[in-house]
């Protein structure tokens, strides 16, 4: 069974009291190599009528892929992203079940390189991301010090 990745309070893409957000789970395949979570994008999430925002694609790309990282390890190896090049494949449906995959390409202590893709119900891929990471700022590692203790394994239905 894969294990879940834990989420934050207000994050937009995992946060579970965000009552805008995305409320995206993501679990761990290390047998692949890879994380996984399956969402459902709302309609009003939309860019064009039944297409997902692009914006909306990247973030969960950006969100998986450097999510990626927790394959291996822990929020103090949560890094963040200095350069993400997206491609659009075709358009993502609003309301349909989509596949995020991330993984990691390669990594050293301070920086990362990752990739994600979304995938439509039938495997077709309709947007991939290669994303680049790095540590973050000590400024921010200080402000995520007060929302460590939030970031964690909820069980389903809580």
Same mark, same amino acid.
């Given at each position: 069974?894969?294990?879940?990745?834990?989420?934050?309070?207000?994050c937009?893409?995992?946060?579970?009291?965000?009552?805008?957000?995305?409320?995206?789970?993501?679990?761990?395949?290390?047998?692949?190599?890879?994380?996984?979570?399956?969402?459902?994008?709302?309609?009003?999430?939309?860019?064009?009528?039944? *297409? /997902?925002?692009g914006?909306?694609?990247?973030?969960?790309l950006?969100?998986?892929a450097?999510?990626? &990282?927790l #394959?291996?390890? $822990?929020?103090?190896d949560?890094?963040?992203?200095?350069?993400?090049e997206?491609?659009?494949?075709?358009?993502?449906?609003t309301?349909?079940?989509?596949l *995020? /995959?991330?993984?990691?390409?390669?990594?050293?202590?301070?920086?990362?390189?990752?990739?994600a893709? &979304?995938? #439509?119900?039938? $495997?077709?891929?309709?947007?991939?991301?290669?994303?680049?990471?790095?540590?973050?700022?000590?400024?921010?590692?200080a402000?995520?010090?007060?929302?460590?203790?939030?970031?964690?394994?909820?069980?389903?239905?809580?």
């Open positions: 069974m894969a294990e879940r990745q834990p989420s934050s309070r207000a937009f893409l995992c946060g579970r009291d965000n009552p805008v957000g995305l409320k995206m789970v993501w679990e761990n395949h290390p047998e692949e190599g890879e994380i996984r979570c399956t969402v459902t994008v709302e309609e009003h999430f939309n860019g064009y009528p039944g *297409v /997902v925002h914006g909306i694609l990247a973030a969960m950006d969100e998986t450097g999510r990626a &990282i #394959l291996e390890g $822990g929020p103090d949560l890094m963040v992203t200095v350069k993400m997206v491609t659009y494949r075709r358009p993502t449906p309301g349909t079940p989509l *995020v /995959v991330g993984r990691v390409v390669s990594r050293s202590e301070r920086r990362a390189e990752t990739k893709e &979304i995938r #439509l119900p039938d $495997g077709t891929v309709s947007a991939r991301a290669t994303v680049w990471l790095a540590r973050p700022p000590k400024e921010i590692l402000d995520w010090e007060a929302e460590r203790p939030y970031f964690r394994v909820d069980e389903p239905g809580c």
